[in-house]
């Protein structure tokens, strides 16, 4: 008998391996409490979904067409999708989009849309972009230019200006952080628009990468402009982040008179071919349904500005331990000089160069934040940690 089956039943797992999993649950519960420097909200409950788990379910093709494999969630995907279109004031009835892999899948689609419609364009985005960017756009062989940013994470807008004027002549397709990796800092399209105008570029597109806060600017009081209204051509937003997942999923959002011009059917399927991927995950959709619905708006609200006031509550007690923190307007990233090495090994921090941050995602709480300030105190000072 092989290793892994029954004689008499379905295949059963070895008393040895079953001991690395048990392991394994031990390791990754260890760490969850000290995951403070990543965008990934720990605190969900989905065990009410865990029936579904048993079909092999597939969203395959597009989520507004019929397709031959009826065992999908596409009509939960859709309702997910409208919440999303309505949080990101996506014109009515003249949006589309699907429920996808994450924020590198999201921003693929919404590049892959700009180089259909401008082959010749130049994409342009700042030193602050996620790295998985500039890869995307190697893939996809789309000429680019790296520009300045302030020292808050936001795009130059000066350096922008600058640069098209000189490539007056080749229509840009402009990468907007709307939160930037290590600084939550947000590209405000009202102000690259004004560029546009005031160099008269008539034909452009612009792509905002929203990754986590476009799960925190529809639920607050003064957002800077960053959505469909204020000029997104497309967006793509993680679904793992703000609202947390144990599986990384997003969505993406374009208008749908682009969209429009690069489907193909696919007979095999009986479907649309509007998606990068051809399978797509069938139980995340419904994850995100089920998270919006226990949620609802307010929930989200509630849960959004608890969040704000607990990176709040970080950049004041780092600033009175001594340790120089900020953070940007509606931003839950509170920024710091590099930490020590003492600090990296008992938490998860996110480095880069001088500088590291902490995310105040849901599971963050302020006890969390008391226990880091303390053990940061005592790293500086070259004391043990608690």
Same mark, same amino acid.
């Given at each position: 008998?092989?290793?892994?089956?029954?004689?008499?039943?379905?295949?059963?797992?070895?008393?040895?391996?079953?001991?690395? +999993?048990?392991?394994?649950?031990?390791?990754?519960?260890? +760490?969850?409490?000290?995951?403070?420097?990543?965008?990934?909200?720990?605190?969900?409950?989905?065990?009410?979904?865990?029936?579904?788990?048993?079909?092999?379910?597939?969203?395959?093709?597009?989520?507004? #067409?019929?397709?031959?494999?009826?065992? #999908?969630?596409?009509?939960?995907?859709?309702? &997910?999708?409208?919440?999303?279109?309505?949080?990101?004031?996506?014109?009515?009835?003249? =949006? =589309?989009?699907?429920?996808?892999?994450?924020?590198?899948?999201?921003?693929?689609? !919404?590049?892959?849309?700009?180089?259909?419609?401008?082959?010749?364009?130049?994409?342009?985005?700042?030193?602050?972009?996620?790295?998985?960017?500039?890869?995307? +756009?190697?893939?996809?062989?789309?000429? #680019?230019?790296?520009?300045?940013?302030?020292? #808050?994470?936001?795009?130059?807008?000066?350096? *922008?200006?600058?640069?098209?004027?000189?490539?007056?002549? &080749?229509?840009?397709?402009?990468?907007?952080?709307?939160?930037? %990796?290590?600084?939550?800092?947000?590209?405000?399209?009202?102000?690259?628009? /004004?560029?546009?105008?005031?160099?008269?570029?008539?034909?452009?597109?612009?792509?905002?990468?929203?990754?986590?806060?476009?799960?925190?600017?529809?639920?607050?009081?003064?957002?800077?402009? =960053?959505?469909?209204?204020? !000029?997104?051509?497309?967006?793509?937003?993680?679904?793992?982040?703000?609202?947390?997942?144990?599986?990384?999923?997003?969505?993406? *959002?374009?208008?749908?008179?682009?969209?429009?011009?690069?489907?193909?059917?696919?007979?095999?399927?009986?479907?649309?071919?509007?998606?990068?991927?051809?399978?797509?995950?069938?139980?995340?959709?419904?994850?995100?349904?089920?998270?919006?619905?226990?949620?609802?708006?307010?929930?989200?609200?509630?849960?959004?500005?608890?969040?704000?006031?607990?990176?709040?509550?970080?950049?004041?007690?780092?600033?009175?331990?001594?340790?120089?923190? =900020?953070?940007? /307007?509606?931003?839950?990233?509170?920024?710091?000089?590099?930490?020590?090495?003492?600090?990296?090994?008992?938490?998860?921090?996110?480095?880069?160069?001088?500088?590291?941050?902490?995310? %105040?995602?849901?599971?963050?709480?302020?006890?969390?934040?008391?226990?880091?300030?303390?053990?940061?105190?005592?790293?500086?000072?070259?004391?043990?940690?608690?």
């Amino acid at each position: 008998m092989k290793s892994g089956t029954s004689a008499l039943g379905p295949p059963v797992l070895p008393p040895a391996e079953r001991e690395r +999993l048990d392991e394994l649950y031990t390791r990754l519960s260890s +760490l969850k409490p000290g995951n403070i420097g990543y965008p990934c909200n720990q605190n969900f409950d989905y065990s009410e979904l865990f029936r579904f788990l048993e079909f092999s379910a597939n969203n395959v093709g597009d989520p507004f #067409n019929a397709t031959n494999y009826r065992l #999908n969630t596409q009509d939960f995907e859709r309702e &997910v999708l409208a919440d999303f279109a309505r949080y990101t004031r996506a014109p009515e009835n003249e =949006w =589309w989009g699907y429920v996808n892999n994450g924020g590198t899948e999201g921003n693929m689609y !919404g590049l892959y849309v700009a180089r259909e419609l401008y082959p010749d364009g130049i994409c342009y985005f700042s030193e602050d972009t996620h790295y998985s960017v500039a890869k995307i +756009l190697r893939l996809q062989h789309t000429r #680019n230019i790296m520009l300045k940013s302030q020292p #808050n994470g936001e795009l130059d807008y000066d350096d *922008l200006h600058e640069t098209l004027r000189i490539h007056r002549d &080749v229509p840009p397709i402009i990468f907007a952080n709307i939160g930037t %990796t290590m600084k939550g800092a947000v590209d405000d399209l009202a102000k690259i628009r /004004a560029v546009l105008d005031d160099l008269a570029i008539p034909n452009y597109y612009i792509h905002a990468d929203a990754a986590l806060s476009g799960m925190i600017l529809p639920f607050v009081d003064a957002p800077q402009a =960053w959505d469909f209204a204020d !000029g997104a051509d497309s967006i793509a937003i993680s679904g793992h982040k703000f609202l947390g997942s144990p599986l990384p999923c997003g969505v993406a *959002l374009a208008r749908k008179k682009n969209v429009d011009r690069i489907a193909r059917s696919i007979e095999y399927v009986g479907a649309l071919d509007t998606t990068i991927a051809g399978s797509r995950n069938a139980f995340t959709p419904l994850m995100l349904w089920y998270r919006l619905r226990v949620l609802g708006d307010a929930g989200l609200r509630k849960l959004v500005q608890d969040c704000l006031d607990t990176a709040e509550y970080a950049v004041q007690k780092l600033n009175a331990a001594g340790i120089a923190s =900020w953070r940007n /307007a509606n931003s839950v990233t509170v920024v710091f000089p590099r930490p020590p090495t003492a600090i990296m090994q008992k938490w998860i921090i996110a480095p880069k160069k001088d500088i590291g941050h902490l995310i %105040t995602m849901p599971h963050v709480t302020k006890e969390c934040i008391d226990a880091f300030v303390s053990d940061f105190t005592a790293a500086l000072a070259g004391k043990p940690l608690t």
